[in-house]
């Protein structure tokens, strides 16, 4: 999915996402090109902590 598609599926939504497929540009812009939504989540905090634990859990997850 894409970011776009993503706020229209949850709008106005705390989620944890991940990057399944991103590209940098020759500027150094990061695009996120196809993303998924691994949890929706109560407020902000909680999004942050789920992300916290995930990334404890499996931290090499994010890196290219």
């Not at 996120?32 to 939504?37: G, T, Y």
Request: hydrophobic share 30%; charged share 30%; aromatic share 10%.
């Amino acid at each position: 999915m894409n970011w776009s598609k993503i706020k229209e599926k949850y709008p106005q939504q705390w989620l944890l996402v991940e990057a399944l497929e991103a590209h940098t540009t020759p500027d150094s812009i990061r695009h996120l090109d196809r993303i998924s939504v691994l949890e929706q989540c109560s407020d902000g905090s909680s999004a942050f902590k789920r992300y916290r634990e995930t990334h404890t859990q499996f931290p090499d997850r994010e890196r290219n």
